[in-house]
Every structure is written in structure tokens, then in C-alpha cells.
């Protein structure tokens, strides 16, 4: 029965899960359903970081200014804070179903727009319509999902989301891999986007609105039908029945008075909901994993790979070890519990951050050197900034890839990758010599024996993220507001996810630019520090909880020091009072 905590019961939430949803499929249909609006999620924040590469070849434009490129990324960010803003209202005013219908119709006419673009401006436009389409789906479908699930189950179903995100990157990965070699390569990256949205648009036509705001909106009949399908008959009316209190709780509270932003902060629950959700949601975001998933391969050129299909690749493993980690969270998150996942998620980021920061400065400062008689075996094509220095004998790689008047690359030794080589202008003729040659060309990152623990940095942040940080502020997220506000609180959050992914996504290559990779890095480790400190005290754990008993917990306290041990649940207190 929802509210009443039986001991093993937490153990066993992993098996529980998936034998609820084997007895009643339906539950499981509806997670999935809505889930692939967590896919498209993904495989946007995924396929443009491979698609750059080749957007990047394609328009010389894009490759000489690191501002379009970040733009390019960016624009769907600055979609999807407008598509979150604009979903809470509408999750509220037309519903759940209808907010996902909208942004699978939003994300299908980017990914059309995207593939047939002519030029960088034109792709822009087309990210912005992907990114409004994402970020109606990014708080929508985990609140979907959240209210039409059993309590005891509801965090492994919105784990879900989570997972189909992460399998969303993973598959944008394998999509990139497979279109390296087509003609019209990140065309076909871009625009098989369009898949996936259609799909769930047919799906979601099948599928009922969420039963708790069909509750809200008077029609209990419906919702009473919906919740038939989703609990066992001796659980149901019990389910109604506090869904009801609830609702008639929240409308003799509040009246017939709108929503606004001053009710809001001044409702205490909503208030100390608002600022663990928005924290989190800010937090995962400062943290640097949208730098490491929309600029994984770029960051692993920078840690010494050359090739693009390499640096995809490698970037598979990366994505491949963030869709392990959801499914790891799916078992962990209703038997360890929300918070003490994100305490152990964030210590591991911080000590990964850590690590790849010491790594980057090392690749810098050690990078080879630039040798006089390698230069001169190309002696038309010189690097004019190297020809004309003062000093050649100081300049290495890093120094010649900093040059930018014009562009210059690295064209490593024939011999080892690690011994001087030559400083030379950037361009396709004087890549494809140095590649005839079989020497390996860089212009991104500098040849260095520490590129491999730049990959074990990179894989140790995924599988500390990933299970915590990576699906635990959706979660909390889907069950900490009460439901007359969930959706424009969700809206919220979800707007302040994406403005702060906005504010890295923009600036990450810049910064990298002007304060140098490893120091970027370090920035990102502190905030992780920051952000532990700030789970200790803002965020209560939600688990097992029913979200009527949230509500209850936000009224009572707003600090959440004492996590660790097992608290009471109220039932068991009423139980030992009498």
C-alpha cells in the first residue's frame, strides 16, 4: 500500500520493480513511452559533438571561429530554456500528454531543418527548434512518468528517463561511427534525429493524460480509470482516495488564485522544494558534464588523439560507460536512497575533475618541441608566426597551435609522435602531405604520453556522474513539489538546467582558449566541492516516499543534516503512539 514502508522493502526495489512491470506491462509501457523524450534528450546532447567535426570541414567558417562553433551547440540550449519555460506552463494548462506531443512536433521539424541546411545560419535556426522541443521533453517526461507510477517503484521507473538519456548519447555516438564515411556525414547525424521524435508521437497518441492531473482538473472518472491500470485492486482505491484528499486540500488552500511567482516563494514548501530542485538542477550542469558529452570528442583530440574517427571513437567508451551508469542508478536509486547517491557521485566528480586537470597541465607544458630541419622538409608551407619569431628553438606544439595569424598546426615526427616535429600552416593541402607521409596532424591538442589518463580521467567522471548527479535531480525534481505546482515548478528547475547548460556550453572552448584546458577543469572540481556541501544541508532524501509525505517533510524542516540514518517513516510513529 502507497505511504506504508515495510522492512526489505528498499532491498529489494530493484527485483520489486521489475516484477510489478511484469505483472502489469502497462506501467512499463507508459515509462518507456514517455522515456523516449529523455532518447532525444540525449542523442541531441550526444550527435552534435561528432557532427561538429564535420560541420567544422564543411564550413571553413565554423572551423576559424570558436564562437560559431559554440553557437552551433548552444542555440538548441537556448531552445530548450525557452521549450522548459514554456512546458511548465503548458504541463499545467493542457496537460502532460499534450506538452510531449508539441515537443516531438517541435524536434522532428529541427532535425529536417538541420539536415537540409545550406549553410551555418540556417543550421542554427534548426537547433533552436530541436532545443525548444527538448526542453518541453527534458521536464515533462519524468513528470509524466513520476505520476503514473507506484510509489515504492516510481524512482527505478523515472530512472528510466535517465537510462533512455544516456542510451541516447550512446546511440548518437554509434550513429556518428556509422556516417563517418557517407557522404553528407553529419547531415545523416543530424537529421536520423527526426526518428525517434516521430515514434513517440504515435506512442504518446496511444496513451492516456497522467491520472494525477486529470485528478486536478476535476475529471476523476478518467483518472480513476488510468490508476485501475496502473495499481493492483487491493492498492487502488486506497491511491484514489489520498489522491483525492490531496487534490481537495490543495484547491481549499489555494483558492481560485493564480500562480505566480511571489505565491510561490511564499508557500514554504514550494520554496525549500524550489531550492533543492533548482540547485540540483543548476549543480549537475556546473559540474562540466555537458563540456565533457558535447565536447567529448574535441576533448579527446585535445588530450593528444588526432584523427576524428579515433576521437569518436574513444568517445563511444565515454558514452558507453554514462548509459552503464543509469542502469546502475535504476538498481541503487530506491534502495540507497537520492542523497546519499549524490554525495557519492559528487565526491567522484571532484576527485575525476581532480585528475584531468592535472593531466591537461601536463599535456601542455610538456608537449614537443618544434624542429627547425622538420619544418623546413616543407618549406613552402612554414608556419609564417614560427618563420618569423626571434627565438624558434622555444616554440613548441602548444605555442605553434596558438598561432593564429594565419592558423598553424603540428605535423608530428615520422618516427615517435613524441619527438620534435613541424610547425605549419593549417590547411587541407598541407594535411593531406603530412598525412601522405604517414605522420599524424594536429590542431586541436599536442602529441603526449599522458593522453591515456586524460581517457581514464574522462571515464572515471562518467562512472561517478552518471548514477548520481546524472539522474538524481530529474527524480527529486518529479517528486519534491506539491501537485498543484509541480509544473511550473518543474518548469523551473528545468529552465534553470538549461540556462546554466547554456552558460558552459558557451563558454567551455573559450575558456579553454584563454585559461587554458587544465585550469577550466579546476574550476569545474571546485563547483563539485560546492555542490556536495550544498546536498548536505538543502536536499532531504525522497525515498520510498509518497509525495503527499514530501510535502509533509518540506513543511517541517528546510535543513537536511541527518540523512545517513534510517528515519522513521510517520506511519511507524503512529503505529509505536498507540
Known amino acids: 500500500m502507497e505511504g506504508v514502508v515495510h522492512t526489505g522493502t528498499d532491498a529489494s526495489a530493484f527485483k520489486e520493480c521489475f516484477s510489478l512491470t511484469w505483472k502489469n506491462p502497462y506501467v512499463l509501457r507508459l515509462a518507456f513511452s514517455a522515456g523516449i523524450g529523455g532518447l532525444l534528450f540525449g542523442y541531441d546532447t550526444g550527435v552534435i559533438s561528432g557532427a561538429l567535426l564535420y560541420i567544422r570541414d564543411d564550413f571553413k567558417s565554423v572551423d576559424r571561429q570558436t564562437v560559431l562553433q559554440e553557437s552551433i551547440v548552444s542555440m538548441a540550449v537556448a531552445g530548450a530554456i525557452i521549450g522548459a519555460a514554456i512546458g511548465g506552463w503548458m504541463n499545467d494548462r493542457f496537460g502532460r500528454r499534450t506538452a510531449i506531443l508539441i515537443a516531438d512536433f517541435l524536434f522532428f521539424i529541427g532535425a529536417v531543418i538541420m539536415a537540409s541546411a545550406p549553410n551555418p545560419a540556417l543550421l542554427i535556426v534548426g537547433r533552436v527548434f530541436v532545443g525548444l522541443g527538448v526542453g518541453m521533453a527534458s521536464m515533462t517526461s519524468p513528470l509524466y512518468i513520476s505520476e503514473a507510477s507506484p510509489a515504492k517503484i516510481r524512482g527505478a521507473l523515472v530512472s528510466t528517463n535517465g537510462f533512455l538519456i544516456t542510451g541516447g548519447q550512446f546511440l548518437s555516438y554509434l550513429i556518428n561511427l556509422a556516417f563517418t564515411n ?33 485528478f486536478r482538473k476535476g475529471r476523476e472518472e478518467e483518472a480513476k480509470v488510468i490508476l485501475r491500470k496502473i495499481y493492483p485492486a487491493d492498492d487502488v482505491e ?105 554525495l557519492i557521485s559528487l565526491f567522484g566528480v571532484a576527485i575525476s575533475l581532480g585528475l584531468l586537470a592535472g593531466v591537461f597541465h601536463e599535456t601542455t607544458s610538456h608537449s614537443p618541441m618544434v624542429s627547425r630541419s622538420q619544418t623546413s622538409h616543407f618549406s613552402n608551407y612554414t608556419c609564417p608566426d614560427y618563420g618569423s619569431a626571434t627565438n624558434p628553438g622555444a616554440w613548441d606544439c602548444m605555442k605553434c597551435l596558438k598561432a593564429s595569424s594565419p592558423d598553424c598546426g603540428f605535423c608530428a615526427s615520422l618516427t615517435d609522435k613524441l619527438l620534435p616535429g613541424a610547425c605549419l600552416l593549417s590547411n587541407d593541402t598541407v594535411k593531406d602531405l603530412c598525412h601522405d607521409e604517414s605522420r599524424l596532424w594536429y590542431t586541436r591538442g599536442c602529441p603526449s604520453k599522458y593522453g591515456w589518463l586524460a581517457l581514464v580521467g574522462l571515464a572515471l567522471y562518467i562512472i561517478f556522474f552518471s548514477p548520481g548527479m546524472g539522474t538524481a535531480p530529474w527524480i527529486v525534481n518529479s517528486e519534491i513539489y506539491p501537485l498543484r505546482f509541480r509544473g511550473v515548478c518543474g518548469g523551473i528547475a528545468a529552465t534553470a538546467n538549461w540556462i546554466s547548460n547554456l552558460i558552459v556550453a558557451q563558454s567551455f572552448l573559450s575558456l579553454t582558449e584563454a585559461i587554458g584546458t587544465s585550469w577550466t577543469f579546476l574550476i569545474f572540481g571546485v563547483i563539485s566541492v560546492v555542490g556536495l556541501l550544498f546536498v548536505i544541508v538543502y536536499v532531504p532524501e525522497t525515498k520510498g516516499l509518497p509525495i503527499e509525505e514530501i510535502e509533509k517533510m518540506l513543511e517541517t524542516r528546510s535543513l537536511h543534516f541527518r540523512f545517513w540514518e534510517k528515519s522513521q517513516k510517520p506511519q511507524e510513529k503512529k503505529s509505536q503512539a498507540v
Do not use: C, H
Not at 556525414?185 to 491520472?211: D, K, N, V
Not at 536509486?333 to 546519499?340: A, C, E, L, S
Open 182 to 214: 557517407a557522404p553528407g556525414t553529419w547531415r545523416w547525424m543530424l537529421g536520423i534525429a527526426g526518428l525517434p521524435a516521430l515514434l513517440q508521437f504515435i506512442l504518446m497518441l496511444l496513451l492516456p493524460e497522467s491520472p494525477r492531473w486529470l
Open 238 to 342: 486506497k491511491e484514489i482516495q489520498d489522491l483525492k484528499e490531496s487534490v481537495e486540500a490543495e484547491i481549499s488552500e489555494e483558492g481560485s488564485a493564480k500562480i505566480n511567482m511571489m505565491k510561490l516563494l511564499k508557500t514554504k514548501t514550494v520554496r525549500r522544494g524550489l531550492i533543492a530542485g533548482v540547485g540540483l538542477q543548476v549543480f549537475q550542469q556546473f559540474v562540466g558534464i555537458n563540456t565533457v558529452m558535447y565536447y567529448s570528442p574535441t576533448i579527446v583530440q585535445l588530450a593528444g588523439f588526432a584523427s576524428n574517427k579515433t576521437a569518436l571513437l574513444l568517445s563511444l567508451v565515454t558514452a558507453g560507460l554514462n548509459a552503464l551508469g543509469s542502469i546502475v542508478s535504476i538498481y541503487f536509486i530506491d534502495r540507497t536512497g537520492r542523497k546519499k547517491l549524490l
